[in-house]
């Protein structure tokens, strides 16, 4: 049993689906409440995952959003307990972690195959690839 911290980090992932992962169990949902670019994107998460553990995840994201400007940078919101964090997790579930990380990049490799739209499995395949670059590098 497990209360999951959400990060959707998809274009306007906000609509309603928020209150109902926090019913559900969820500990918090972050989202986006409009279209962001993929750079703006992409500099918030990894500006919040590279600093998860240190404070609170609320004021984590606040951080994070000060990678963006202009209208991108007042996009996310979120939903749970502002006070809630994460603690680093011990040796034992980081090899659990990455278990689960390799079995997903195992089946993005293998779905590769599947799609016939180039571009879809390219995508796919850079999936993939970041997965295992992660685990081994």
Request: hydrophobic letters at 40%.
């Amino acid at each position: 049993q497990s209360n999951p911290v959400i990060f959707n980090n998809s274009c306007g992932s906000w609509n309603r689906i928020g209150m109902h992962l926090i019913h559900a169990g969820a500990r918090v949902y972050i989202s986006t409440l409009w279209s962001i670019s993929n750079t703006g994107a992409t500099k918030v998460a990894e500006e919040f995952y590279n600093q998860i553990y240190q404070k609170p995840l609320l004021f984590q994201l606040h951080e994070s959003r000060d990678q963006l400007d202009g209208y991108e940078k007042n996009i996310y919101i979120f939903f749970g307990c502002h006070f809630s964090t994460l603690q680093k997790p011990n040796r034992k579930h980081w090899l659990r972690i990455r278990r689960l990380i390799l079995k997903w990049a195992v089946i993005w490799l293998v779905k590769s195959d599947d799609y016939r739209d180039e571009g879809t499995r390219d995508k796919t395949l850079d999936m993939s690839k970041f997965l295992f670059r992660k685990l081994f590098f």
